[in-house]
C-alpha cells in the first residue's frame, strides 16, 4: 500500500519536470491518485512552503525550497567547492562542458558543472537531473565499473527509454549496452557519439577510490562537430588524471560514506 510520504514525494517528483505549473486534476490523473487525496497533498505542500500556486489559472509548482536544500547539503558535503577548480580547469582544456555527477544508491546525479565553449554552439544541459544510464557517457562510465548483472538490474529499474527521446545510435537492448560497456572497459573511459542527443558527443571517467566502490563520475559533453572521437581519445589520458584527483578530494567529504558503496559490486577487469 502506498503511503502519504510515498505520494507525496511522487508529486514533487512529478512536478520538477513542469516549471510553469500543473493543475491539481493533471497531477492526481497522472499519478492516479484520487482528486479529494491529491489536493490535501498538495495544500500541504504548499503549507509548507515546497509549492505554490499560480494566481492567474491555480496552477501549483515546485518552490526553490527543495532545491535549497540540495544546494544546502552539497555545499555542506564540501564536494562541490573541492571539485570545481578541477571541473574548471578542464573545461578551459576542452573547450566543452565538464561535468561532476555522484552515485547515490542506484542513481547518478549531476551535481556540479563548468561550461568551456565561450563561442559557438554550447550543450549546456538543467543540472540536478538523474543520469539516463542506458544512453550517457556518464551512465556508460559507472556501469563499466559494475558487473553486467547489477547493469542489468540498475538499467530495468530506470528503463531504456523511447528511442525517439535520444540519438539514433542509442542502445535499446542489453546486448547493445553491453557492447558500449566492453569498450569503456579496455578503453579506461566512456564515449559516444549520436546517442544521448543527435548531433552531440560525451565522454567520461568513473571516478573510483583505490579499493574498488565508485562515488562519482566526470564527463564532458559538446556538438559532435568539435568533439570528434580523436578529440576524446586525445583528451582520455588528462580526464582520467582529473578523476583520480577527483577521487582523492572525495576522501575528504561526508557525502561519500564507504559503507553506502561497497554494494556496488565493482569488477575485476573495469
Known sequence: MTTAVERTLEILEYLAAYPAGVP?????????????????????????????????????????????????????????????????????????????????????????????????????????????????????????????????????????????????????????????????RTRGFSMISDVYSPGMASMAVPIRWQEGPTVGVVSIAGPLMRLTEERMLGLGPRLVKVAAELAIISRTSPLFDKDSTVAQEPTATA
Not at 571541473?87 to 549531476?110: C, H, K, P, Y
Not at 551512465?139 to 530495468?156: F, N
Request: aromatic share 6%; proline share 4%.
Open 24 to 184: 491539481l486534476a493533471s497531477i492526481a490523473d497522472a499519478l492516479e491518485l484520487p482528486r479529494s487525496a491529491c489536493h490535501r497533498l498538495l495544500t500541504d505542500l504548499v503549507r509548507c512552503g515546497y509549492l505554490r500556486q499560480r494566481r492567474d489559472y491555480g496552477d501549483y509548482m515546485l518552490t526553490t525550497k527543495l532545491a535549497a536544500l540540495g544546494l544546502s547539503h552539497l555545499s555542506s558535503s564540501g564536494i562541490v567547492d573541492l571539485a570545481q577548480p578541477l571541473l574548471d580547469q578542464m573545461a578551459q582544456e576542452s573547450g566543452d562542458l565538464v561535468r561532476l555527477a555522484i552515485v547515490d544508491g542506484d542513481r547518478l546525479t549531476f551535481v556540479a558543472k563548468a561550461q568551456g565553449a565561450r563561442n559557438g554552439l554550447r550543450y549546456d544541459p538543467d543540472m540536478g537531473i538523474d543520469v539516463r544510464l542506458s544512453c550517457s557517457a556518464a551512465g556508460h562510465a559507472w556501469m563499466a565499473t559494475l558487473s553486467d548483472e547489477r547493469v542489468i538490474e540498475l538499467v530495468a529499474q530506470q528503463g531504456f527509454g523511447a528511442p525517439n527521446e535520444f540519438g539514433p545510435r542509442a542502445p535499446t537492448t542489453y546486448r547493445e549496452l553491453l557492447a558500449y560497456l566492453e569498450l569503456a
